[in-house]
């Protein structure tokens, strides 16, 4: 262990003394002591620097995130908003369901699904899949839903946001006898 000599008495002590241990004197810091402080006073600087880029990128990725979510905040406020009103559709036609539609049909539920699509459920009262003559459907059935999509005033939201409106059918045993989606393109 290298030792430091008093500058008041010329007594030897350990390097890590403050005063000397002969007469009390402040002892002179040695130049190890320094040239050790250096690096480590560089490296603080160095970890510093460290820190303060991290904080800067950190800052910057939050700030890209903010630019982004804001640029596309109206796009998700209004698919929130459009979603909560397809739903409230759907409520207030669920309120007043099962509803029979004729001496045929009930509409059984409305839901709402992914894509803009508003999903009637509908029962065919007293009649089994296998009664069902699907060319009677295509030339008399879909006809007259997809004329209803196109004219009756309480559709106007559905046409004016483009929403498909997709027409399930299932028999009197709950069997799945048809599935007729109108699409926007076949409305406008």
Known sequence: MSKV???NCSAENPQN??????CGHALPTSN???STSQPIEVETKKSEE???KRKQLVATAIMVMFVI???NMPQLLNKFTF???LKNIANEINKTCPIVVDQYTRLDNVSVLPNKVLQYNYTLINISKDEVNMDTVDKYIKPTILNSVKTDPSMKYQREHEITLSYHYRDKNGNFVMKY???PSMYK
Do not use: R
């Open 5 to 7: 000599t008093c500058t």
């Open 17 to 22: 003394f403050k005063y000397c241990s002969s």
């Open 32 to 34: 190890t002591s320094t």
């Open 50 to 52: 460290k820190k303060k």
């Open 69 to 71: 979510v804001g640029a």
């Open 83 to 85: 979603n909560k009103q």
């Open 181 to 183: 989606d109108v699409t």
